[in-house]
């Protein structure tokens, strides 16, 4: 049995987030991006990106960008990476080849790794073979017994090889991890996994252990699937005669059925959240709670308060469900939050969208001080309160119904001149006023309000009446309520 207790692989820590450039940034990622930042942060470390590009099949245009885009959005600055640079660049592999050949061929000329020969053909037929008979699918080492003369002969001829792993038989190998405690697996229920593929790319079993240990990385930190893939890593450190770092694999994602988290269930693409309109304080916060908690019920965390809580050791075992309206809840409260410069900034490109101009940022703040507590989103103060920008050209009719009565016309009439006399437009002047014109016209306040309300606005609900005058001022009022007299 083979004993692999981590050592310490340098003395600050670095830690890396190394995504395939296979589309956006999801969740998942995401996470473990934060977890890598928020350890490297807290230890005073290095925090890097490296992009994991070797399957050439599977790479789409524009990814890269979207990738870094996403990152930055969330606040997630690498210290080292494929455009800022750093010591132990590059940082993408397919610029890394040399490194993974020099890796494989140590391997092949220490018995550890073996050339294969074995067409996709053989391979598959031999798969249904075993499946057939109730075996485990793995590779039947055909071509482990071949001898030096009969593989160099089939590579001078050309004949297409890729390169394996020689697990070793009848052992158990042990890895020790944070999040998971002593995890033991036995070597009979791993394959011979292919190292380097016939095209001269490294698979992504070769190339993280070789980057990792290049690069100095101390601590890995990636999702709970790559834990039955450890093993093989931790084979290839000591065949390499490398110090192992340090794993962590985070619990899985799950949606509110407990399978794993998948586009069916919810937008997994961080793009998808930021066009939704959620903040990156908000989706932070939230993905944080994905495996991780603070010990006690604290919810609200900015990303500096996380570095100082994050700990690794705190991060569960079991799968974490990702529920959805949690996440409006957290993008609610950072609404009510962030300063109001912050969400003015936020909401002047959706005004530009409609081309709505001409209210400067004062009027747009006390605006959103009007919706801070109604809405989740910036978006919807345009969706909901288009009418603090533009005068109402039609009625919402169920309110038209319940609340404009025929005498409201000739109510709202009467008390235009009061609102034009006002000393003061502001919330405590027109309650008064509105209070002192229901009495002396023998009626309730709310037969005033309402009628007001929707002449004000068009609907029939919203931000508080006083308030939203306040706000529009004295002479759009007075316009929106003549209007509304004539209309309706």
Not at 311 to 332: H, M
Request: with cysteine.
């Amino acid at each position: 049995m083979a004993n692999t207790s981590p050592n310490p692989v340098a003395s600050a820590i670095r830690v890396r987030f190394a995504p395939s450039p296979t589309g956006p940034l999801h969740v998942g990622g995401l996470r473990t991006a934060l977890y890598d930042f928020l350890l490297a942060r807290r230890r005073g470390g290095t925090f890097i990106l490296r992009i994991e590009d070797t399957d050439r099949s599977r790479y789409v245009p524009g990814s890269i960008e979207t990738l870094i885009e996403s990152l930055r959005w969330a606040g997630l600055q690498y210290e080292e990476g494929p455009d800022v640079g750093g010591p132990y660049g590059p940082y993408f592999q397919s610029e890394r080849l040399p490194l993974y050949r020099a890796a494989a061929d140590q391997l092949v000329a220490s018995g550890h790794a073996y050339p294969c020969f074995c067409t996709a053909e053989r391979l598959t037929a031999m798969r249904e073979e075993q499946t057939r008979k109730g075996l485990t699918a793995r590779y039947d080492r055909a071509c482990l017994a071949l001898s030096k003369v009969e593989i160099s002969t089939r590579i001078a001829s050309g004949a297409p090889s890729v390169i394996r792993l020689r697990i070793p038989d009848n052992e158990t190998i042990r890895i020790s991890d944070i999040v998971r405690g002593e995890v033991e697996i036995a070597s009979e229920i791993l394959d011979d996994q292919v190292l380097v593929k016939s095209d001269g790319f490294p698979t992504y079993h070769l190339a993280v252990v070789v980057d990792d240990h290049e690069m100095g990385i101390t601590h890995v930190v990636r999702g709970e699937e790559w834990l039955s893939s450890t093993p093989k890593h931790v084979l290839l450190y000591r065949y390499l005669g490398w110090a192992l770092p340090y794993f962590a694999h985070l619990p899985l994602i799950l949606g509110a059925d407990r399978s794993k988290l998948s586009k069916r269930q919810a937008d997994v693409a961080v793009t998808d959240y930021r066009n939704q309109g959620y903040f990156p304080e908000a989706l932070i916060n939230f993905v944080a709670f994905l495996g991780w908690n603070p010990g006690d019920d604290r919810e609200i965390f900015s990303l500096e308060e996380l570095t100082r809580e994050f700990s690794l050791e705190r991060v569960n075992k079991s799968g974490a469900i990702f529920n959805l309206e949690k996440l409006r809840w957290f993008n609610q409260q950072y609404m009510q939050r962030l300063p109001a410069e912050r969400l003015v900034g936020e909401l002047k490109p959706l005004l530009e969208e409609r081309r709505i101009r001409g209210f400067d940022d004062a009027y747009l703040a006390r605006v959103i001080d009007q919706w801070r507590e109604r809405a989740t989103f910036v978006r919807e103060i345009v969706e909901r309160g288009g009418w603090f920008f533009t005068d109402p050209v039609e009625y919402e009719e169920a309110s038209v119904k319940k609340r404009w009565t025929p005498t409201s016309g000739a109510l709202l009439a009467r008390l235009v001149p009061r609102l034009e006399s006002l000393p003061a437009f502001d919330e405590a002047s027109l309650d008064a006023a509105i209070a002192a014109f229901a009495d002396a016209e023998g009626i309730a306040k709310s037969d005033v309000i309402h009628p007001l309300r929707l002449a004000c606005t068009g609907v029939g609900g919203g931000p508080g009446l006083y308030e939203l005058m306040s706000v529009l001022g004295r002479e759009t009022c007075v316009r929106r309520i003549r209007r509304a007299i004539e209309a309706l």
